[in-house]
């Protein structure tokens, strides 16, 4: 299942806890990816140092 960020905070006023489980998950994978090399290089062009 895919939440949009506009359906995530239509959720926000009725249902916090799914909420804040949905954007807590969000910002879990966002770390994960950020510290994956692989990932930064191909997002990041021009700054590989090696």
Do not use: F
């Not at 966002?30 to 090399?37: A, C, P």
């Amino acid at each position: 299942m895919t939440i949009k960020k506009h359906e995530l905070l239509q959720i926000a006023p009725n249902d916090k806890e799914t909420y804040i489980t949905y954007k807590n998950k969000v910002c879990d994978l966002l770390n994960v990816w950020l510290k994956d090399e692989t990932w930064s290089r191909q997002a990041r062009p021009g700054e590989d140092t090696q």
